[in-house]
């Protein structure tokens, strides 16, 4: 189902849950995970960037998963959307700092950015800093919500949340673009896959 897993990494926590969930699913399908560190400007020391390119290799390879690593310079958002097309890229997998509301506004959100711009399906991977569990489907919905937001989708259609074994799926659409939002029952934590 996929070869190549682009993986955008700055070193956060939710890069690295991000990258992990790439991992796991490369080892799955048999992919390759492309990580790719983005350096905003000359001036941005790109030691980060290297050492989460490091750990992510080092990640990889424990689970004997095929890693290449990439830094650029540039947008952020512009150049993981390039990127895709550059290693053939079939999957994104990124991590999403959960900015809502005015600071998302303000700041703006890259995996957002890279949701809307994409020619390839993306899932976003956040931090849910609650840890509670989610007993209710009207607490699914909220988060699935959320993650939604997030991802600039605040207005899809969100459906009635299916209870799986250890995990709630949502599925949502808005326009012509699908997503299914799973919600692991026992932490909350959420991750965004865009279908269509």
Do not use: K
């Not at 991992?23 to 020391?45: C, K, N, Q, R, Y």
């Not at 004997?64 to 150049?79: K, L």
């Amino acid at each position: 189902m996929y070869e190549t897993i682009l993986v955008p990494s700055d070193g956060s926590p939710e890069a690295e849950r991000a990258a992990g969930h790439a991992i796991e699913l490369a080892g799955h399908f048999d992919a390759t995970v492309h990580g790719l560190f983005v350096a905003e400007s000359d001036d941005e020391p790109t030691e980060r960037g290297e050492r989460a390119l490091d750990e992510l290799r080092s990640r990889a390879e424990e689970r004997s998963v095929a890693v290449e690593t990439t830094v650029r310079e540039g947008d952020p958002a512009a150049a993981v959307v390039d990127a895709v097309e550059d290693v053939g890229a079939d999957l994104v997998v990124m991590g999403t700092h959960g900015r809502s509301g005015v600071e998302r506004i303000l700041i703006g959100s890259v995996a957002e950015r890279v949701v809307r711009t994409s020619p390839v399906p993306v899932t976003t991977v956040g931090l849910n800093d609650d840890g509670q569990s989610v007993t209710t489907a009207e607490r699914a919905r909220q988060i699935a919500r959320e993650q939604l937001e997030i991802a600039g989708h605040a207005e899809a259609d969100v459906e009635a949340p299916s209870r799986q074994r250890s995990a709630w799926v949502v599925h949502a659409r808005d326009g012509d673009t699908e997503f299914n939002v799973h919600i692991n029952s026992a932490s909350g934590r959420a991750r965004l896959v865009q279908l269509s």
